[in-house]
C-alpha cells in the first residue's frame, strides 16, 4: 500500500487553464503530518507508518498521547492513523520526520477518504432513489411509501424477518466514503494546498486522508502511461 496523507477540506473554488476555461475545484489543506511511529516484522509483526496531524495544545490531549507523540520529538497531534505499506517503503520513514502536500509532487490523480455528511433519517426516495407509489386516484398519502416488503422475508411462509440488506428507510450519510482516481489540477506546496477536480465527501473542515489513486480508470491509466514515457 502507498503512503497516505492527513488534511482538512477546505472549500470549493474555481481556477482557469491556459485556454480560459474555468474547472471547478475543491481545496484541500494537506499536512503538515508527522511521523509518530514505525512498524516493522520484527517488533510489531507487520509493516506501516503512524502519523499525526494537526497540532494542539497538550492540555487538550491525553497523558499517554502526550507521551507517545513526544517520543517521536512531535508536540501533541490531534489526529493519528496508521497506514500499512511494504518493508522496502518503511526505509523513507523515521519518527519524527515531517510529510506535507509536496510528497505528492507528480502524482496526477489521487484518492480521497472521508465520513459523509449526515442526513439523520430518511426515507426510501431520498437514500435509496426509489420512483414511489402511484400518484393516481386511490393512492391516499402513500405516495413516497416503500411497497410491500413481505417477499423478501427470510425462510418464505414460515415466518422469520426480512432478508438481510433490504432497501428500507434509515439512518443515511455519516459513513465511510472513497472517492477514486480525482484529477490533482494544481498543488501549493508553500501553503499546502492540494486542489482537485472531483467530489469530496464531508462538510468543510472536515477530517479526509489522501493518497496517490490506489486503482485507475482505463482512460486515466492511459493518460498515466503516456506521462510516464
Known amino acids: 500500500m502507498s503512503f497516505s496523507l492527513l488534511g482538512k477540506k477546505l472549500g470549493m473554488t474555481r481556477v482557469y487553464t491556459d485556454k480560459g476555461v474555468s474547472v471547478p475545484v475543491t481545496a484541500i489543506r494537506v499536512g503538515p503530518c508527522v511521523v509518530t511511529q514505525v512498524r516493522t516484522e520484527e517488533k510489531d509483526g507487520y509493516s506501516g507508518v503512524q502519523i ?45 520526520d515531517t510529510l506535507g502536500v509536496d510528497k505528492l509532487n507528480g502524482t496526477m490523480y489521487v484518492d480521497v477518504i472521508g465520513t459523509s455528511k449526515g442526513k439523520g433519517f430518511a426515507g426510501t426516495m431520498k437514500r435509496h432513489h426509489f420512483k414511489g407509489l402511484f400518484a393516481s386516484h386511490g393512492t391516499e398519502r402513500k405516495h413516497r411509501s416503500p411497497g410491500s416488503i413481505g417477499s423478501l422475508c427470510s425462510n418464505r411462509g414460515f415466518g422469520g424477518g426480512l432478508k438481510k440488506g433490504k432497501r428500507m428507510a434509515g439512518h443515511m450519510g455519516d459513513e465511510r466514503v472513497t472517492m477514486r482516481s480525482l484529477d490533482v489540477v494544481r498543488i501549493d506546496a508553500e501553503k499546502g494546498i492540494l486542489l482537485v477536480k472531483g467530489s469530496v465527501p464531508g462538510s468543510n473542515n472536515s477530517l479526509v486522508e489522501v493518497r496517490p489513486a490506489v486503482r485507475l480508470y482505463k482512460s486515466k491509466a492511459g493518460k498515466v502511461a503516456a506521462a510516464g514515457k
Open 52 to 96: 499525526g496531524f494537526e497540532e494542539i495544545d497538550p492540555r487538550n490531549s491525553t497523558m499517554p498521547l502526550i507521551k507517545h507523540d513526544f517520543i517521536a520529538g512531535a508536540a501533541p497531534q490531534r489526529h493519528h492513523r496508521e497506514f500499512r505499506c511494504d518493508a522496502k517503503a518503511l526505509e523513507g520513514y523515521k519518527p519524527g
